[in-house]
Nanobody
Framework: QVQLVESGGGLVQPGGSLRLSCASS????????MGWYRQAPGKQRELVAH???????NYADSLKGRFTISRDNAKNTVYLQMNGLKPEDTAVYYC?????????WGQGTQVTVSS
């Protein structure tokens, strides 16, 4: 059974940066696509960024240029580098690992952008 553990969230001032990490265990990490999603209070969960097993990335249009997703298959970890954070980036960020019908989620990590 795949388990995902996110870390790196916290409180940051507007304009600041955070790097989220998601450590995966229990599966062959390198064959899975990975994604970061977020859910703000009262809103639906939305895709932030996605990276395929071969390293192809895509992003929510509104986040291009500020967020970067990457993966380290040797460490079974996916990262989300977030720069130029804005108050509207405040949300719980979730890691997702998927392959076909296999779909796994982490417990989420809170990111709060506030002065």
């Amino acid at each position: 059974q795949v388990q995902l553990v996110e870390s790196g969230g916290g409180l940051v001032q507007p304009g600041g940066s955070l790097r989220l990490s998601c450590a995966s265990s229990g599966g062959i990490f390198s064959i899975y696509a990975m994604g970061w999603y977020r859910q703000a209070p009262g809103k639906q969960r939305e895709l932030v960024a996605h990276i395929t097993s071969s390293g192809i990335t895509n992003y929510a249009d509104s986040l291009k240029g500020r967020f970067t997703i990457s993966r380290d298959n040797a460490k079974n970890t996916v990262y989300l580098q977030m720069n130029g954070l804005k108050p509207e980036d405040t949300a719980v960020y979730y890691c997702n690992q998927h392959l076909g019908v296999l779909d796994y989620w982490g417990q989420g990590t809170q990111v709060t952008v506030s002065s």
